[in-house]
């Protein structure tokens, strides 16, 4: 009997078992289909969030003053004679003053945290945003310290029912707990920079942010008792990046006369760290899919073996008539490689489905990888190799 015979003859009895063959396939075509989606909305969602984050930190770096640091003192802190020296040099393409804090947002009743950016038009071109409704600052809003802000979409349509409506409404938020809330108008509605994150993780609390004049911070809280302790600056060319923040950090050090008190971080590290957390996430939950292949493959090694105890009689009548045991052998280990790799085609195709779908509900587009379409093809036809083994053997 040659390959092609045997070949023949493993198709046929397939069909002629069609419901079974299909149950068999089942646990194979589930856990091909579920690598295939998993890894795809994982890969579409870590593009998705870090692709925003590494694009929003490229070329551009931090520089804070270490107040652990026993040779620090409070006139050490930068201050906006230090900025413009810094801007003077003329080697940065923007420098601004990077001020974030906590604050606690009062609206109806409800009092929430958010993230604070105190900002200024230097800041805006360093840390652009995507303004959805409304605008940004104009300059004579900065200039004066207007009670304006702006919040992020997520906020706006939590508090307001829709982003658009959140234009021209006041809300009012204070610096810690114990400081009075006061009202401040709301002028533009900005895409929340966490938004796909949200998406990926089903996250149910949202992260708020809300942005407003340096100037207007100010005013309220003083920031004349003392400077500022970190400055963001964006490179004029991001491939001299390294070389920027060696030359802002000898700039501080000439002006204080005082080596190793001030930090120089770049903004792409946070990036660079969270896509390895995603890629670990993204990596864990394709293989938890992934044991599902390997209880398909007990399922198929499973019925084979029942099969073989169904057909001693056939089995016998063709050794009768000449057939060896690696005749026998061959065609039960076609048989278990067809079922797992048509098995293994579905479920690359469901999986894709299933993929296309998804992302288009929870609006991530997938990323299929040939690789894991390729792998996950090579994988079905190798497990019904293996589990296929033990059965072909008992057969012959």
Known sequence: MNLLESLKGAIQNLKGNKVRSFLTMLGIIIGISSVITMSAIGAGGRKNITGFLKEGGYGKFTISVDKDDEQFRWKYLLEPETIESLKETNIFKNVGVNINTWVFLDFEKRKEPAFLVATTTDFEKIDKINYIFGRNFLPFEYENGEKIISIDNLTAQDFFGSADKAIGNEISFA?????????????????????????????????????????TYDKVYDLSKGGYNSIIIESKNPENLAADMKNANTILENITGIKGLYQVETMSNAAASFDNILSTLNLFITFVAGISLFVGGIGVMNIMLVSVIERTKEIGIRKAIGATNKDILIQFLMESIILTGIGGVIGVLIGISLAVLIGVLINIPPIFSVFSIVSSLSVSSLIGLVFGVTPAKKAA
């Open 175 to 215: 610096v810690g707990r114990k400081n009075s809330p006061i009202s401040y108008k709301i002028v533009g509605v900005f895409k929340n920079p966490l938004e796909e994150l949200l998406k990926v993780t089903g996250g149910q609390r949202i992260a708020r942010f809300i942005r407003t004049p340096l100037n």
